[in-house]
């Protein structure tokens, strides 16, 4: 065998698998599974896309200044403390090559981001999980699973699959908590989706300490998911540190100008918004009636737990794609009794609930 060894802890790692988008032998196929907004991108953003196209021969802005110039006016932050990605995963992985390597842990919550273990695994280090309160991170077990060991705690907030979140005040008591030095990465993908009054992105620990970083994308309610764009708030240290690892040209062009022209359009993001806020508490009414759970969510997705377990999830995901509509199964994040769902369109919500009501009136 002539085959190169790879690296400690590659083979462990479980690839990412992303949610599908097609179900052999059915045409109208509806994409619920990916947490992609139903409006789409900004028309501003796709206009600013297309107009790169006699430009394809050029390299894009190293440095992404126009970008984080916007980002750094559309959120009163200072540009020089902003790094832009290609997505946030990308910066997920960059933050464990930097931070972390064999024999360190990687701590996250129970039911978090699956980028998480992968990219601590991918350095060596070894992923570390804590057990949650009804599927909302728990700030005292996070703390106690610290070790001599421990470089980086993330945290998506709101979290990603079951759409909890815990409170500014929460959030700080994490920060304290935490031994100094100890990298806190606040990932929050589903910010703009939250309203609620305790909420913080976690903007103002970042501006206060010099090892918390804040993650955020335009893949979710600006609709620029093919694009891959993402960006982080962080210390000055750890901004030099980020811009030695990055790829040069580690984002394109085109999502530099679409990410611009959808932050300007904020009308478009208040749409979006908006459908959010009238449709999430339609669902999950909708659902409750069924006798399904449904775990309260604050992100534009909702996470429903089968009463039958596994095998009703299972039963409940076979029917729901025979009827074209691609939800995502969570037994890859230990939820095996669960369906994750993007919250859609008012015609796909309003299929979406027809279809359990058929599939739960086979099980009574």
């Not at 970008?67 to 832009?84: D, F, K, S, T």
């Not at 990308?90 to 090559?97: G, R």
């Not at 300490?209 to 891959?228: C, E, H, N, P, Q």
Request: hydrophobic share 45%; proline share 6%.
């Amino acid at each position: 065998m002539t085959a190169p060894k790879p690296n400690a802890g590659i083979l462990g790692i479980s690839p990412y698998k992303g949610g599908e988008s097609a179900v052999a032998g059915v045409a109208d196929v509806r994409k619920l599974s990916s947490n992609e907004t139903p409006l789409g991108p900004s028309p501003k953003a796709v206009a600013a896309y297309r107009a790169l196209a006699d430009e394809l021969h050029r390299y894009p802005d190293g440095a992404a200044d126009a970008l984080r110039q916007a980002i750094a006016h559309h959120h009163g932050l200072p540009a020089e403390n902003i790094v832009c990605s290609n997505g946030s995963d990308e910066m997920i992985s960059l933050i464990c090559q930097a931070y972390c390597g064999p024999g360190d842990e990687v701590l996250y919550s129970r039911h978090g981001f699956l980028m998480y273990p992968i990219a601590a695994m991918a350095r060596g280090a070894t992923p570390v999980t804590a057990e949650e309160t009804d599927l909302t991170c728990n700030v005292d077990a996070l703390l106690a699973k610290v070790t001599p060991r421990t470089r980086i705690v993330f945290l998506a907030n709101p979290n990603n699959p079951t759409g909890t979140y815990i409170s500014a005040a929460e959030l700080r008591r994490l920060r304290d908590g935490l031994p100094a030095g100890v990298l806190l990465v606040i990932d929050a993908a589903y910010a703009e989706y939250v309203s609620r009054n305790d909420y913080s992105d976690g903007v103002e620990l970042v501006r206060e300490r010099d090892d918390t970083v804040m993650t955020r994308t335009f893949s979710k309610i600006y609709g620029l998911a093919a694009l891959r764009v993402g960006w982080t708030y962080a210390p000055t240290p750890i901004v030099e540190i980020i811009n030695r690892l990055r790829g040069p040209f580690n984002v394109n062009a085109a999502a530099q100008a679409a990410g611009i022209a959808a932050l300007a359009d904020t009308a478009w993001t208040d749409k979006a918004r908006a459908h959010n806020d009238s449709e999430l508490p339609r669902l999950t009414k909708g659902i409750a009636a069924l006798g399904i759970g449904v775990v309260p969510s604050v992100g534009n997705f909702l996470l429903m737990r089968f009463p039958g377990g596994a095998d009703e999830a299972k039963a409940a995901d076979a029917f729901l794609r025979g009827q074209g509509l691609i939800l995502r199964a969570m037994a890859g994040y230990g939820l095996p009794d669960a369906l994750r769902l993007t919250i859609g369109t008012l015609e796909e919500n309003d299929r979406l609930l027809k279809a359990l009501a058929a599939f739960r009136a086979q099980k009574s």
